[in-house]
């Protein structure tokens, strides 16, 4: 899930390491995963017998913490759950503020920017910026 192999903290650690506390902050305010709660004790309970090593096994903890809650859902019960442990191993909200922050010196006078976002925690960063920005410049 690191997207630059050289940095320290791996999935790995978040998943085996990290309180049940933060890991519940990581998937519901990262991932709005609504059954952050369950997944988190879940993943708690299975590092006491073991740990977790593979991305397979996560998915199964998970699936199994959610049951059937997911029912016909379009999307694994994993999915949100990896994607805010991706989020948080690789500071992606971080790193995307730093780079909307510089924008406004990096372009020219009349200039447009154009941001593509893949989720709402990032649409709502890129909206809060470009609103801050037109208020600034009105």
Do not use: W
């Not at 059937?68 to 759950?81: L, Q, V």
């Not at 989020?87 to 200039?111: H, Y």
């Amino acid at each position: 899930m690191r997207m630059d192999l050289s940095q320290r903290l791996r999935a790995f650690d978040i998943v085996n390491r990290y309180p049940e506390k933060e890991l519940y902050r990581i998937i519901r305010e990262l991932g709005e995963e609504r059954y952050a709660g369950r997944i988190s004790r879940f993943i708690c309970q299975m590092r006491k017998r073991g740990g977790i090593s593979t991305t397979s096994e996560l998915a199964d903890v998970i699936t199994r913490a959610v049951g059937s809650r997911y029912g016909r859902s379009k999307i694994h019960p994993a999915t949100r759950t990896f994607q805010a442990i991706r989020i948080a191993v690789n500071g992606e909200l971080d790193a995307l503020s730093a780079a909307l922050e510089k924008l406004p010196f990096l372009l020219n006078k009349g200039a447009r920017a154009c941001v593509i976002s893949f989720h709402s925690l990032e649409d709502r960063i890129v909206k809060n910026y470009f609103k801050k920005y037109a208020k600034e410049n009105s």
